[in-house]
């Protein structure tokens, strides 16, 4: 069964996102990550103690490459490695105090921006933006 699809909608859609996440972007804190260092860094924070392999299949990237992006976030003193309890091949990688001010403070930054542009928005349009959170967290969740 061929589901029906709304060609039209999937791109405005995809423009409007892409065009909202690149404006999100420009509201970072002055960091010298990079948007991957970044999003690990945040995938370190969100799962806890995690593998680097973990780690790399979280953010759909090669092990090695994700080696990488761990040792520069090491290196800056935003992550740490510590022995796995249980597999003495493995480690685990942890936010450090460092890292986590950092990600709160590029949070601060990015929501404020947003938060303000919000609260100009007529009430209704707040109210179907709530709406359509479910709905994208949906999407994305396919």
């Not at 420009?26 to 593998?51: C, F, H």
């Not at 003495?88 to 403070?105: D, H, M, Y």
Request: no cysteine.
């Amino acid at each position: 069964m061929t589901l029906p699809t709304d060609p039209a909608l999937a791109s405005a859609l995809r423009l409007s996102v892409m065009r909202l996440a690149r404006r999100m972007r420009a509201e970072r804190s002055d960091s010298a990550l990079t948007l991957t260092q970044l999003a690990a860094l945040a995938s370190v924070e969100r799962l806890g103690p995690v593998t680097p392999g973990e780690l790399a299949e979280a953010e759909r990237v090669q092990p090695p490459s994700m080696t990488r992006v761990v040792a520069s976030l090491q290196d800056a003193g935003l992550v740490a490695r510590a022995p796995h309890p249980t597999d003495g091949r493995q480690v685990l990688l942890s936010v450090t105090p460092a890292g986590a001010a950092l990600l709160r403070e590029d949070r601060r930054r990015r929501e404020a921006w947003l938060a303000q542009r919000l609260a100009a928005l007529p009430a209704d349009d707040r109210d179907l933006l709530r709406d359509a959170v479910e709905v994208l967290d949906r999407l994305a969740a396919q």
